[in-house]
């Protein structure tokens, strides 16, 4: 049964780290691109970071070199290690999912199929 389900959220003060867990089972095969989406009180939905079928990773500049997207095949697992974290990562955090095609890049923010209920990351001092 395909799912998607978030845990690993929580308060950290500037600096910190944080590791976001996704149970992906289902979504992890061949075929899928998956990934982590944040949405603030207000904001728009802003994609952090993807990684497809065959392991390319994708990120936002905002988070280059400070998170890093990996996926556990044999898990059906999702995380994205989330380190030197800014009040600006406060947000909602989704895992998401959807089929692509071979040699199609992952959708956009919004144009992700399946979602999980989210994780809240919250950065402040």
């Known amino acids: 049964q395909e799912q998607l389900m978030e845990s690993g959220g929580g308060s950290v003060e500037p600096g910190g780290s944080l590791r976001l867990s996704c149970a992906a089972s289902?979504?992890?095969?061949?075929?899928?691109?998956v990934g982590w989406i944040r949405q603030a009180p207000g904001t728009e939905r802003e994609g952090v970071a993807t990684?497809?079928?065959?392991?390319?990773?994708s990120y936002a500049d905002s988070v280059k070199g400070r998170f890093t997207i990996s996926k556990d095949n044999a898990k059906n697992t999702l995380a994205l290690q989330m380190n030197n974290l800014k009040p600006e990562d406060t947000a909602m955090y989704y895992c998401?999912?959807?089929?692509?095609?071979?040699?199609?890049?992952?959708?956009?923010?919004?144009?992700?199929?399946?979602w999980g209920q989210g994780t809240q990351v919250t950065v402040s001092s």
């Open positions: 998401a999912a959807d089929s692509i095609p071979a040699g199609r890049a992952c959708p956009a923010a919004d144009e992700f199929a399946y």
């Open positions: 289902g979504y992890i095969a061949s075929g899928y691109c």
């Open positions: 990684i497809d079928s065959d392991g390319y990773t």
